[in-house]
């Protein structure tokens, strides 16, 4: 698939903008990530990357991860 010249940082944040309040489970967004091109280990690797800025909320359920849009 064609990426875009959009980093995969951007849209992944801007995709928790939509849903700002809603935890998604970092699945979801390497899914996300797979149908523009990239592997889901880029996805999770940005997740992280925006986490670790203050931009993403993160929190491990039953072994699974989940964000959301930091709203402070």
């Known amino acids: 698939m064609e990426k875009h010249n959009e980093s995969l940082k951007n849209r992944i944040a801007k995709y928790f903008v939509e849903r700002i309040g809603h935890w ?7 899914n996300l990530a797979m149908t523009l091109g990239y592997k889901a280990s880029n996805a999770s690797r940005r997740c992280r990357e ?8 993160r929190k491990i359920e039953n ?3 989940w964000y959301r849009f930091e709203t402070r």
């Open 63 to 65: 072994g699974s991860v």
């Open 50 to 57: 925006l986490h670790n800025e203050g931009i993403l909320a």
């Open 24 to 30: 998604v489970n970092g699945g979801m967004i390497e």
